[in-house]
């Protein structure tokens, strides 16, 4: 299990491994509750491998292109050894597609303090054949009201601290406004995250989780960013916007594409 871990320190408040009421993020990509899920319901899902281990999740949005966490991939000093792996199900024994990852690109107002525009496109050598298995997503323009149905999926640890899972894996959530979120996270919460949840806790994205897709409308809503722990009561997940990211990744897809040869989404 791969599991990113961060020390802050703000304010005094030292905080390593954890989140606390100040609001300060532990960018863990955080599924719990959920179920089994097949590759060709979901086959934008890919499985970013590090030295040929999950390291986190993303979404083809072209052939040669991921979109995933920034804080995936901030810390790695290259891209050796860094590869994606399209079209599985299973990820201890995965099948499919697996290309190199050639360049990262982060957004240039990315913040590790508090996760604010957690966003990177990986550009892979090499293009992705696509199949029922293998597909881009669109990305979503607006946000969906307070309390609407959304997707999150990935290989993420299925209990919090516990071990990945092999199959791929899909929980409903519902979409929490960002005025009522901020009263578990504060000042850390921001314009260009979304935040969902259920009552009671339960049911949310874990570790190994990060930078995959959030889904409304077979349409890319988030990207899975941070939380306090795993589907604790109170405490929503919390995604990178991709409604307030979207001209960026518009723009970042076109300066590194044949432009006659992808159609945008």
Not at 76 to 104: D, H, K, Y
Request: glycine share 12%; aromatic share 8%.
């Amino acid at each position: 299990m791969y599991r990113i871990l961060i020390g802050f320190c703000i304010v005094g408040l030292s905080v390593a491994g954890t989140v606390f009421q100040s609001g300060v993020p532990m960018p863990d990509g955080r599924i719990v509750g959920g179920h089994d899920a097949d590759i060709t319901s979901y086959p934008h899902q890919i499985s970013m491998r590090y030295n040929g281990n999950h390291r986190c999740g993303g979404s083809i949005i072209a052939p040669n292109m991921i979109l995933s966490a920034a804080h995936c991939v901030n810390t790695l000093s290259g891209v050796a050894n860094l590869t994606i792996i399209a079209g599985t199900t299973e990820t201890f024994f995965p099948t499919g597609q697996e290309l190199p990852v050639r360049e990262i690109i982060i957004h240039e107002k990315y913040k590790s303090l508090y996760q604010d525009y957690d966003a990177a496109i990986l550009v892979l050598d090499g293009e992705f054949e696509y199949n029922k298995a293998v597909q881009p997503i669109e990305l979503a323009s607006e946000r969906p009201e307070h309390g609407t149905p959304v997707i999150v999926t990935g290989w993420g640890t299925t209990t919090e601290g516990g071990a990945l899972s092999n199959v791929l894996q899909q929980v409903e959530v519902n979409v929490v406004e960002n005025a009522k979120c901020k009263s578990a996270y504060f000042i850390a919460l921001t314009s260009r995250m979304l935040c969902a949840a259920v009552d009671g806790g339960g049911k949310d994205a874990c570790q190994g989780d990060s930078g995959g897709p959030l889904i409304y409308n077979n349409e890319l809503l988030g990207i899975v960013s941070w939380g306090t722990g795993c589907a604790r009561e109170k405490y929503p997940g919390v995604y990178a916007a991709v409604p307030d990211l979207r001209q960026w990744i518009i723009d970042t897809r076109a300066s590194k594409a044949n432009v006659g040869r992808i159609e945008f989404l």
